[in-house]
T-cell receptor
Framework: SQKIEQNSEALNIQEGKTATLTCNYT??????LQWYRQDPGRGPVFLLL?????KEKRKERLKVTFDTTLKQSLFHITASQPADSATYLC????????????FGQGTELSVKP | DSGVTQTPKHLITATGQRVTLRCSPRSGDLSVYWYQQSLDQGLQFLIQ???????AKGNILERFSAQQFPDLHSELNLSSLELGDSALYFC????????????FGEGSWLTVV
């Protein structure tokens, strides 16, 4: 069956450390993989998009890697801040599916001062 | 502010009733997506329209229907409501289909009592 799995447990880290979130998928062939941030009761906000032929993408303190052989993406937040506390969602954009995104359940990140 | 507008923000209705959720996409976006988010199901794709035509369908119940109008706004109609339909309903939009950022609205909270 098709699945997208993110860290099931909430991630608690200390301010200044690097947070690493995992997204694994099975039986999908994504053309793109995206990461979104969602705060409680709010709509998801786009963070990064990486194509199937890209290995790594960076934006300020964010870095995402994409390994289509392992069927895994890692999302890193360096020098984390309490304001980074939120739920982070990975989403797959599948070939020839019109651009709809299939989302994982999300990982809740808490950054303590 | 993503530029995607959803109304109403909150709605409480009784079982068996019918409601309509409305979405105005970002200016220039042709693609509209509807998602349902409940605590136990995560963010579930319902349906997508592109320039007035249905492009992709997810696990949308037969009691639910949607359309996109010539001015590109969209409506999601939910009928014969059940308690389990209580959720946050998001509309999102994008310029094209596939490989692009999807912008989410702030959602419509539906509570069925």
């Amino acid at each position: 069956s098709q699945k997208i799995e993110q860290n099931s447990e909430a991630l608690n880290i200390q301010e200044g450390k690097t947070a690493t979130l995992t997204c694994n998928y099975t039986n999908y062939s994504p053309a793109y993989l995206q990461w979104y941030r969602q705060d409680p009761g709010r709509g998801p906000v786009f963070l990064l998009l990486i194509r199937e032929n890209e290995k790594e993408k960076r934006k300020e303190r964010l870095k995402v890697t994409f390994d289509t052989t392992l069927k895994q993406s890692l999302f890193h937040i360096t020098a984390s801040q309490p304001a980074d506390s939120a739920t982070y969602l990975c989403a797959l954009d599948i070939h020839n599916q019109g651009g709809k995104l299939i989302f994982g359940q999300g990982t809740e990140l808490s950054v303590k001062p | 502010d993503s530029g995607v507008t959803q109304t109403p923000k909150h709605l409480i209705t009784a079982t068996g009733q019918r409601v309509t959720l409305r979405c105005s996409p970002r200016s220039g976006d042709l693609s509209v997506y509807w998602y349902q988010q409940s605590l136990d199901q995560g963010l579930q794709f319902l349906i997508q329209y592109y320039n007035g035509e249905e492009r992709a369908k997810g696990n949308i119940l037969e009691r639910f229907s949607a359309q996109q109008f010539p001015d590109l706004h969209s409506e999601l109609n939910l009928s014969s409501l059940e308690l389990g339909d209580s959720a946050l309903y998001f509309c999102a939009s994008s310029v094209r289909q596939g490989g692009n950022t999807i912008y989410f609205g702030e959602g419509s909270w539906l509570t069925v009592v």
